[in-house]
């Protein structure tokens, strides 16, 4: 290694003050910093330091992502397959595994590159602009903003969705570390209602739209996500064919089965449709205290607390889906992962986190049942939360603050008497 | 009889504690003045032990054995003034002054009569000053024969606070004295709510006090009657391992027994369990060996500057205790150790200051560390973030090693791991941080330079110190005890 050790050293005047290239030493720099921690000492203060840093941490969550990429790349193949009927929903696993995985990774892939070659791009020009060494935090949003889009998004609409987020949710408000809002759901957010046309019906399952022009769509398929065929129940008596017709979906042999919906054998957006992909995802964030298991678990609490709630009334068919399918189903599961312990737009106190989390998921449910405009609760959910949260920290703190002034008081109330 | 008194009668009759501890744990449970409002647990009331749970030990190579040494010989000392800090140093010698071992060579501006006295006898070979002229160090060339200034003698247990203050202004014991609220020299015109000393180090490394004090005692004893004179002969707090044996028998201490991992030994972690400061209190802390000196100087009418010192680190040739006096020169502990690829810390590796291997020793230090030197780029794969780090030991859970057994000590060097970020990790700073203070929001504070949500958020009751595990342990690689030195000036600053 010390031979590119040696070239990077060579090649380094170029980039420094007075350089050809130096316009380009942050390019230059974070390339650098990527291979060699820099030998940097410490100075004052301590004297030692641990030896993580930003950059592992962030990397320890893109490897937390890559079971929800991997099965969400093969799933966009198998969606596709169902839809032209080439495999059926009975029999999920018959062969064509290497085709659904290479069908899926040429609609996935684009989405990545684009995500992250639009997101540095504009990381890399600020960086510039303000002269600071590139933060890390997009090479986390780069990956999490893919897994959540629909895969037939066109790729212009995300190029303008990524440049939205990372230049008005963060680079406004600072960088890494000063956003209010999560960078990922903020790009999501931003199509939903900037393109609410295109994000809604036929873009879910690659080239839904033309496998029906050509006819080869099997009878009857839709490539609607479990959610907008909930959706669609809402305001209708549970008794109508079309709403009974939706509920059977969701019976133990419908396409959106407990268990489907568990495995992620679904339509949706490329990285949500697993729970079981995220929550090994899930696994490895909390095993090395990355992720926030307060706020993971509180979350799902919040969530399944709605879903029972909602079971109880049981006012509508959607209300009757039972919890532990609710939180299964959607963005749930993701949005509880890998957007609500986002640490930088969650509540920064412990206490505050256990608060943020369980109204995070109660509000995802609620959104989702209520709100039939909107789908997908918890996207809606967690931005609202993400807006909460200093709220949240604030009474928190301030418990803590008029705790030490009762204390004052206390002790000059003594002294008076003594 | 109080609820609390109740409760423990109860449990106690249950628990079939025998009469006398029954006697001592109704005497506990009476509230006294001033006592903290905080929980309560009723197993710590009835032995007086509390339970550090927030805090990590930082397991390093390179422990001292139990041998005490003479350190080699030193031709100079030094006594730096940026030790002390919130001091203006005022020269009372020249470069080339004959000096004794006790004679003043500097005062302070702030509080004149505070006199910082040389070490040894011989003359003043130079005066280092640094940018505006601004004093470094007096530094002493030895004459080998140590004569001394004769003090006055005080009679410890007998003399009133007024003797004993102004005694330890003119014997040079004051700037041994650190104020809270700010964690600078005291100012003497305070009077202080009370006095407390930690008698152990639970930092990294850190010396054994039961070896640091180990016949000296009788010394310890002197200056706790001294300090208690101060504050109108009530006892001083003594934190202790419950381990410890030395501290029983002490006249004018109230001992109370911390366990858990470092910072237990903090002083500021010990007040805060026990008796928090609020905003208008003052109260002095002085460390156990200083008490010794303290006790000796003013008994004995001679200048007592001794040091125990734990020469300690991995890259320590012959780790191990060693006997010397203040300011004395840093080679005389390394065994000459002078490489460019060792550094030499005074203090320990959390709080201990970067010293040149020809420097001297630390004016409030009692342990000098060896640490590599981490100057040296690390590659990915092999030293760095995506390695798998078997050999680093890291309180984040990012690397392996929490799964090793907690026997296994490890090599540190200097290298900062990574480079400085804006704060995104949540919840690292909290687990190592044993006060009942939200941490960040406190540093935040201080670089908003939000003086009253300083107050609020409790800066009273912290020093940098207390957040060296913080930043240790920062990922986004924030120098915290510069920010916390930053806030606790301003607000001195601030309130005049």
Request: charged content about 20%; proline content about 5%.
């Amino acid at each position: 290694m010390k031979a590119l050790h040696n070239m990077l050293d060579s090649i380094r005047p170029h980039f420094e003050e007075g350089g050809k290239l130096s316009r380009f030493w942050v390019v230059y720099d974070s390339l650098e910093t990527f291979a060699f921690t820099p030998g940097h000492t410490t100075k004052s203060g301590v004297q030692i330091r641990d030896g993580v840093d930003l950059k592992r941490t962030m990397f320890l969550v893109i490897v937390a992502l890559i079971p929800a990429l991997l099965f969400g790349t093969w799933n966009q193949g198998h969606q596709y397959m169902l839809s032209i009927g080439e495999v059926s929903v009975a029999d999920p696993l018959s062969a064509l595994f290497l085709d659904k995985l290479l069908i899926g990774a040429v609609k996935v892939l684009p989405l990545v590159i684009v995500s992250y070659g639009v997101g540095l791009g504009i990381e890399f020009l600020f960086a510039g602009m303000r002269g600071h060494s590139i933060n890390e935090g997009y090479l986390v949003s780069g990956m999490l903003i893919p897994l959540i889009m629909p895969v037939d998004v066109p790729l212009w609409m995300l190029a303008l969705a990524v440049a939205f987020a990372v230049i008005i949710a963060k680079e406004v408000f600072g960088g890494t570390g000063m956003n209010i809002l999560n960078v990922a759901l903020t790009a999501r957010a931003f199509l939903f209602f900037a393109y609410p046309k295109q994000l809604s019906g036929e873009i879910w399952i690659h080239e839904v739209a033309s496998s029906k022009a050509g006819g080869l769509l099997v009878d009857g398929y839709t490539g609607a996500t479990a959610l907008g065929h909930l959706a669609s129940t809402v305001g209708k008596s549970p008794t109508e064919p079309a709403v009974a017709g939706v509920m059977d979906m969701f019976a133990a042999d419908g396409m959106f089965s407990l268990t489907n919906s568990f495995f992620g054998l679904i339509p949706g957006s490329v990285g949500e449709t697993s729970a079981l992909a995220i929550l090994i995802g899930a696994v490895l964030l909390i095993w090395t205290g990355i992720g926030s298991w307060k706020v993971m678990s509180s979350f799902l609490v919040g969530g399944l607390a709605m879903g029972a709630i909602f079971n109880l009334m049981g006012l509508n068919a959607y209300m009757t889906i039972p919890a532990i399918h609710q939180v299964v189903m959607g963005g749930f599961m993701f949005g509880m992962v890998f957007m609500a312990t986002d640490p930088v737009s969650a509540a920064q106190t412990e206490r505050g986190k256990w608060i943020y989390g369980f109204f995070g998921g109660f509000l995802s449910i609620m959104i989702r049942v209520f709100n039939p405009a909107y789908p997908e609760g918890v996207m809606m959910a967690i931005l609202f939360m993400n807006v909460m949260a200093p709220l949240i920290d604030h009474y928190v703190v301030q418990s803590n603050v008029s705790k030490r002034e009762k204390r004052m008081e206390l002790a000059m109330a003594q002294r008076a008497t003594a | 009889m109080t609820l609390e008194g109740l409760l423990v009668l109860v449990l106690g009759w249950k628990l079939d504690i025998d009469a006398e501890i029954y006697k001592k744990v109704v005497q506990a449970s009476v509230p006294r003045p001033n006592f903290a409002p905080r929980k309560v647990n009723l197993r710590e009331l009835m032995s007086r032990k509390i339970r550090i749970k927030k805090g990590a030990d930082i397991r390093l190579k390179g422990r001292p054995t139990q041998t005490v040494d003479a350190a080699a010989f030193t031709a100079t000392y030094a006594v730096q003034p940026p030790n002390y800090h919130g001091i203006t140093p005022k020269l009372e010698v020249k470069e080339g002054s004959a000096v004794q071992a006790g004679s003043p060579l500097f005062f302070s501006k702030e509080a004149p009569a505070m006199k910082f006295l040389s070490p040894t006898s011989g003359k003043v070979k130079s005066i280092v000053r640094g940018a505006k002229r601004r004093i470094l160090a007096v530094i002493v060339e030895s004459d080998g024969k140590n004569d001394a200034v004769a003090l006055d003698k005080i009679d410890v247990a007998s003399a009133s606070a007024e003797v004993i203050r102004k005694a330890m202004l003119s014997h040079g014991m004051f700037p041994f004295v650190e104020q809270r609220p700010f964690a600078d020299v005291a100012n003497p015109d305070d009077t202080p709510r009370s006095i407390h000393v930690s008698g152990f180090d639970s930092a990294p490394l850190a010396p054994d006090m039961e070896i640091v004090l180990k016949g000296r005692m009788e010394a310890f004893q002197n200056g706790i009657y001294a300090l208690s004179a101060l504050v109108g002969g009530n006892a001083i707090h003594l934190g202790i391992r419950p381990e410890q044996t030395i501290y029983s028998g002490l006249k004018n201490v109230e001992l109370t027994s911390f366990d858990g991992p470092h910072p237990a030994g903090n002083v500021g972690v010990q007040v805060h369990h026990t008796l928090p400061i609020n905003k208008g209190e003052t109260l002095w802390t002085m460390h156990a060996e200083d008490v010794a000196n303290l006790g000796e100087t003013l008994v004995s009418g001679v200048y007592t500057s001794k040091r125990t010192i734990a020469a300690t680190g991995s890259e320590h040739p012959h780790p191990r205790y060693l006997q010397t006096h203040l300011g004395c020169e840093l080679s005389s502990l390394t065994n000459g150790m002078n490489d460019a690829s060792v550094r030499v810390i005074s203090g320990n590796p959390l709080t201990g200051t970067h010293a040149a291997a020809d420097g001297y020793l630390g004016g409030l230090d009692h342990q000098i560390t060896l640490l590599p030197e981490g100057n040296d780029p690390k590659f990915l794969l092999t030293a760095c973030w995506l390695s798998p780090g078997l050999d680093k030991f890291s309180l984040s859970k990012s690397y392996p090693t929490w799964l090793m057994p907690k026997s296994k000590d490890f090599v540190m060097d200097t290298n900062t791991g990574g480079e400085e970020r804006a704060f995104v990790v949540t919840g690292q700073y909290e687990p190592v941080f044993p006060f009942d203070i939200y941490p960040v929001q406190l540093i935040k504070s201080i670089m908003a330079n939000d003086i009253d949500a300083m107050e609020k958020l409790g800066i009273y009751e912290v020093a940098p110190e207390d957040f060296a595990l913080c930043e240790y342990a920062c990922t986004s690689k924030i120098d915290v005890q510069d920010i916390v030195r930053e806030g606790l000036d301003n607000l001195k600053k601030e309130l005049g």
